[in-house]
């Protein structure tokens, strides 16, 4: 009998194409996990430059799949925000969002806005 086969892992970021009003869109898809939790701040750092002001990142297709994963998202937005940029995330996981909250990211005058968040289960990593 075989093992059977692991999911692979892949990360990918591209500025989508930019609303008629509104901030542009940075669509981030794969899994974020520890394989590629070290990439996330690098695949995002030059977008959100482009972007140079508000953003919303668009998670619709992203799985975060380990602490790991959440930590490197958590400690990214918890940066931008830090730095004054006005960040909405459309379609975040759930457990993001709760994580987003227990920071206290999602409060104050430049909170997190978060848009159709994913009513997912949590992850048990």
Not at 45 to 70: C, F, Q, R, V, Y
Request: proline fraction near 8%; aromatic fraction near 2%; glycine fraction near 8%.
């Amino acid at each position: 009998m075989t093992a059977p086969a692991e999911k692979p892992h892949h990360l990918a970021a591209w500025l989508g194409d930019r609303p008629a009003a509104g901030p542009p869109v940075i669509i981030v898809e794969g899994i974020l996990a520890r394989p590629t939790a070290a990439s996330l701040e690098g695949l995002l750092a030059t977008l959100l430059h482009k972007a140079s002001g508000p953003a919303s990142l668009d998670l619709t297709d992203l799985d975060i799949e380990d602490t790991e994963g959440m930590l490197a998202l958590v400690d990214l937005l918890r940066a931008q925000q830090r730095a004054g940029v006005a960040l909405t995330l459309i379609g975040a996981p759930q457990a993001l969002g709760h994580n987003l909250y227990r920071s206290r990211l999602i409060e104050g005058p430049n909170a997190i806005r978060l848009v159709d968040m994913r009513q997912d289960e949590p992850f048990l990593g």
